[in-house]
């Protein structure tokens, strides 16, 4: 049990009111450790260190060679520490081990490919008429606000903070109050790596006091929010009011779609990797399972088959694969979704708690990898975001008909194509509206591509080069050549 405090201006402070927050491991129920419950007097602290960093002391001076190197050591850090750090995700997450250590290796290698990226920036020389030379300057865009959530949280850190740090930004950012741990962990690593006071600000609280106070801050010039959609919406509705930058990386309600001709074994994969990895808590979860009408008892048969060996259990066990759900809200959320889709649906595997459990997790938070089968697109369980193990499998005739169903959600971040005929493939990759399209496979998100979606999930990309640019302006720069009058005035 440790009690962790926020990180202002390169010092460790509680907040102000003195109040702290319980972090629990949601396997056993136990609490971890303490984190303060952050309100705007807190924020404004934080908020004013990360002005002053940008607006002055050393950080404007940097060099983008000087703030790669610093991202590199960051990466380096996490690195040598990785099986710590994926522990500690794994006990406050719940994820399985072999997953928080993808995770850790994801979020060290994106702090390496944006201090890579640091030194790539580069502006424009445009052909204006005259004797005149025009420039497109890019320039960071100042004090960044980041709210992330607790599914993937040293990764969702690292993919805010790394492209905040190259583009010569500085940061106040705001973990999940369930999952704050790694990140000031890390945080512990920030004035060794080389990054001065104020420029990485982490501050604790819940969404409400402290996010809120974040979004409204008129010091702060964007606002990057990775999470639910009705915070999506509070978010730019409130920073509208200071005019912030805004980016969101939403939910969804992702099509996995299966034709007939799809490799057989490779689709039952792909069908409970979509959905069932992470406990389903992914924003890109492959939710609806649209298969065609050909194959789809032989699929569904064989999908629920693999999926009853998927082992539930506490993520620290070697041959857990799938742990607890994240909260005591997650944990309820999902299991009223059970209920509504029993009622919609045709139940065939799963719905409620495991019977077995081990004794140190028998008060976890935990759910059966569950699956419905003959789902109508327009039932509630294939239209709202669940973001547990739940499978909606929904039939359909033809490749017209995939399209149009999988397109039919007010959601639009991924969806996955499974078929051996690469024109069907790629027709669908033309017609789904979403930002991330897979074929033959689901959930891969290298750091090197951009990730973001399309409709109500929201705009803005992050990673990739995409991901720096939500970071930069762009200065237009007009210098007239002729040092002599321009002769408007005669
Ligand atoms: P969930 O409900 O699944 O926890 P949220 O979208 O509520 O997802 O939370 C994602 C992140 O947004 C968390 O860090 C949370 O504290 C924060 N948050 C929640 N509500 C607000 C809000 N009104 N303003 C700013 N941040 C918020
Ligand atoms: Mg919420």
Not at 81 to 110: H, M, Q, V, Y
Not at 308 to 316: M, N, Y
């Amino acid at each position: 049990m440790q009690t962790y405090r926020n990180f202002i201006d390169g010092a460790w402070t509680d907040a102000a009111s003195g109040r702290t927050l319980d972090v629990l491991n949601p396997a056993t129920l136990e609490v971890i450790a303490r984190v303060p419950d952050s309100g705007p007097e807190d924020v404004d602290r934080a908020v004013r260190a990360a002005r002053r960093a940008f607006d002055a002391g050393d950080w404007p001076q940097t060099s983008a060679r000087e703030r790669g190197r610093i991202l590199f050591r960051l990466s380096e850090y996490l690195g040598k520490n990785a099986a710590r750090f994926a522990e500690i995700e794994t006990l406050n997450n719940g994820k399985p081990l072999a997953e928080a250590r993808e995770d850790l290796s994801d979020a060290a290698f994106c702090f390496e490919y944006y201090g890579g990226l640091a030194t790539k920036v580069r502006g424009d020389v445009l052909p204006v008429p005259g004797n005149v030379m025009s420039l497109a300057l890019r320039e960071p865009v100042g004090v960044a606000g980041q709210i992330i959530p607790w599914n993937y949280p040293l990764m969702m850190a690292a993919q805010k903070l790394a492209p905040a740090i190259a583009a010569g930004c500085t940061s106040v950012l705001k973990p999940a109050e369930q999952t704050p741990i790694s990140v000031l962990e890390l945080a512990g690593a920030f004035e060794e790596a080389g990054l001065p006071p104020g420029v990485v600000n982490i501050v604790n609280g819940a969404g409400e006091t402290a996010g809120a106070a974040i979004v409204v801050h008129p010091e702060v010039d964007k606002i990057a929010f990775t999470g639910s959609c009705e915070v999506g919406k509070i978010i730019m509705r409130e920073a509208s009011a200071t005019l912030k930058r805004v980016s969101l990386e939403l939910g969804g309600k992702s099509p996995n779609i299966f034709f007939a001709d799809a490799e057989f074994e490779a689709a039952i994969e792909g069908a409970l990797f979509g959905v069932f990895l992470n406990q389903g808590e992914i924003c890109s979860a492959g939710s609806r399972v649209l298969v065609q009408r050909s194959i789809y008892s032989r699929l569904l048969d064989a999908v629920v088959e693999k999926a009853k060996k998927i082992k539930v259990g506490p993520g620290l066990s070697p041959e857990t694969k799938m742990g607890p759900l994240v909260s005591q809200e997650q944990y309820d959320k999902v299991l009223s979704y059970l209920e509504v889709g029993k009622k919609e649906a045709r139940l065939v595997l799963g719905g409620g708690r495991p019977k077995h459990l081990p004794k140190e997790a028998e008060k976890g938070f935990f759910v059966e990898p569950t699956i419905f089968c003959d789902v109508d697109n327009s039932a509630r369980i294939a239209r709202e975001e669940i973001f547990g193990p739940v499978m909606a499998v929904i039939p359909f005739d033809d490749e017209e008909d995939a399209c149009r169903i999988a397109n039919d959600t007010p959601f639009g971040l991924a969806a996955a194509v499974w078929t051996r005929d690469i024109f069907k493939a790629l027709r669908a990759v033309k017609r789904l509206r979403a930002g991330v399209v897979w074929v033959n496979h689901m959930q891969p998100a290298p750091v090197e591509a951009p990730w973001g979606g399309y409709k109500q999930s929201g705009f803005g990309r992050e990673l990739g080069p995409h991901g720096l640019d939500e970071y930069l302006e762009v200065k237009q720069v007009y210098i007239n050549l002729n040092d002599r009058p321009i002769g408007w005035y005669r």
